[in-house]
């Protein structure tokens, strides 16, 4: 019965320092699997925002030249139709490249800055428009159309460049969150199955010192003095010297009785 219950003992307490050091383990792993999830989301959010900034950035440049290519070479009437439909190609490229960045950043401030922007982009289109029909009243004077569109697109590209180098900052510190936490898991994974093990190792070491080895000793040492009054004490065995024979009592020799008279 003690076997067996120092058995259940041992058992008990290594399955305990088990659970805990898988305790630590799943909850290390936890923090691993949310990074993960973590770097997941900005690859699909963040970098899909600023992607999608960055194409707003080109198309609203493309445009502006495209204006540009409307009073340069606008009169002509065909090719002034071609490079305004070009212009109103970009201009639609812009806003909707804003609408994606707006509905994919999980940011508020994004979100507002990319509100400004397309408000802004919008009264810019209509300065274009109005810049057109000054164009085309001045009997297609660049002069005149470049007058009435003087700096309208600076305040839009501006809020360009700040919501992308915003994004890209938000992007870039929840990415060095996610590796810290990471590495943080790994490491808190580490420490904590090597000081499991240490504390099973301790633990395991004081209950075979208390339950085996403490009893051992106490029976050892009550058995001392029985032993020791149960065995015979040591004797001794000495022999006695011989003692030779009186010369008289000594038998003689065979020839020496013969010649006797």
């Known amino acids: 019965m003690k076997t067996q219950s120092l058995q259940i003992?041992?058992?008990?307490l290594v399955a305990g320092a088990m659970?805990?050091?898988l305790f630590v383990s799943i909850l290390a792993l936890s923090r691993v699997y949310g990074s993960i999830q973590e770097l997941d989301r900005i690859s699909r959010e963040d970098f899909e925002t600023q992607q999608a900034i960055l194409r707003a950035t080109v198309a609203f440049k493309q445009q502006v030249q495209e204006w540009k290519n409307v009073l340069l070479r606008g009169s002509?009437?065909?090719?002034?139709e071609s490079y305004w439909q070009a212009f109103l190609k970009q201009e639609k490229q812009v806003a909707n490249s804003a609408r994606e960045a707006r509905s994919g950043t999980p940011h508020d401030s994004v979100r507002t800055r990319l509100d400004t922007f397309i408000a802004s982009h919008k009264a810019a289109g209509e300065g274009y428009r109005k810049g057109l029909e000054a164009f085309k009243e001045s009997k297609f004077d660049p002069h005149a159309g470049d007058k009435a569109v003087?700096?309208?697109d600076r305040a839009p590209t501006t809020m360009l460049i700040d919501v992308?180098?915003?994004?890209t900052d938000f992007g870039a510190k929840a990415t060095l969150d996610a590796v810290q936490r990471a590495d943080s898991g790994y490491r808190l994974a580490i420490a904590g199955t090597v000081a499991v093990m240490l504390i099973a190792l301790v633990a395991l070491w004081f209950f075979f010192r208390r339950?085996?080895?403490?009893?051992?000793?106490r029976r050892r040492k009550r058995s001392s003095p029985l032993r020791a009054r149960s065995l015979p004490a040591p004797r001794t065995c000495r022999s006695a010297p011989r003692s030779r024979p009186p010369a008289?009592?000594?038998?003689?020799?065979?020839?020496r009785s013969s010649r006797a008279p």
Do not use: F
């Open 164 to 167: 992308e180098k915003e994004a």
């Open 150 to 152: 003087a700096g309208i």
């Open 76 to 80: 002509d009437a065909a090719q002034l």
């Open 248 to 255: 008289s009592s000594r038998p003689r020799p065979a020839w």
């Open 211 to 217: 339950a085996v080895l403490a009893p051992m000793g």
């Open 19 to 21: 659970a805990v050091s």
């Open 9 to 12: 003992k041992v058992l008990l």
